[in-house]
């Protein structure tokens, strides 16, 4: 039996099947572990290998694949047909985030533009020891109207929803909400930003957000020229 083999993996491992379960159901429902991150993460970051080549076995009955960077210390969860760093062989999707849910148009936006802002720090030399990217919000907001032509949201409490859920991925961290509110403050971009899309789906999502922009210019306009000519009804 497959329960069997686990908990005789497990005893030569000294986890519980308890432990194991709570390691499992972390990764399947947040998608990320980072060992940095917090003391929680610590600990489930070193059960995962302890058990590495067991989860990996057992992920890949289900066809779930594990992203392991041991250098800066995070795992990242690839569901089914996710194209995964290192395996060529496997299905183009743009993304292999959490399992749970889909990025909405304003977070890929974000995302693709802290993608792009870190392969720039990288090459110029400007990332730490841990591999993080500093950036300041003035210069993130200016690089997402150059890029894509959009703004970054007016409204605090929509800005807040959108940075929380990239700091939920563990794509970004910053010191508190005040950070994120006006343009002098600054967040770091996480080194797992570089494996979180790959160049093919960068390009995908490049092109998808430029379509939807000339869409939503062309609308704007059209917008316009009907009320034009409304103006000159009598």
């Not at 003035?138 to 150059?146: H, Q």
Request: net charge negative.
């Amino acid at each position: 039996m497959i329960s069997d083999s686990i908990q005789e993996t497990l005893e030569r491992e000294n986890v519980s099947l308890t432990e194991f379960k709570e390691l499992v159901i972390r990764l399947l429902n947040y998608g990320v572990l980072c060992r940095s991150e917090s003391q929680t993460e610590q600990y489930l970051y070193d059960r995962y290998l302890r058990v590495k080549e067991l989860l990996g076995d057992y992920f890949a009955i289900m066809d779930v694949h594990i992203f392991h960077e041991p250098k800066f210390e995070y795992l990242r969860v690839y569901p089914p047909a996710s194209q995964v760093p290192g395996m060529e062989d496997t299905e183009l999707t743009p993304f292999g985030g959490s399992l749970r849910s889909r990025l909405r148009q304003e977070e890929v936006a974000l995302i693709l533009v802290l993608h792009i802002q870190y392969d720039k720090a990288l090459h110029e030399g400007q990332v730490d020891e841990h591999g993080f990217v500093t950036e300041s919000m003035e210069s993130l907001s200016i690089a997402m109207k150059n890029i894509l032509g959009r703004s970054l949201p007016d409204k605090l409490t929509d800005r807040r929803r959108l940075f929380q859920r990239i700091r939920q991925l563990r794509l970004i961290d910053f010191r508190q909400e005040a950070d994120i509110e006006s343009g002098e403050g600054w967040l770091k971009i996480h080194p797992m930003i570089v494996s979180f899309i790959n160049e093919e789906a960068l390009q995908s999502l490049d092109t998808d957000i430029s379509e939807q922009s000339d869409k939503e210019e062309m609308q704007q306009q059209s917008t316009q020229a009907s009320d034009g000519e409304l103006s000159h009804v009598p």
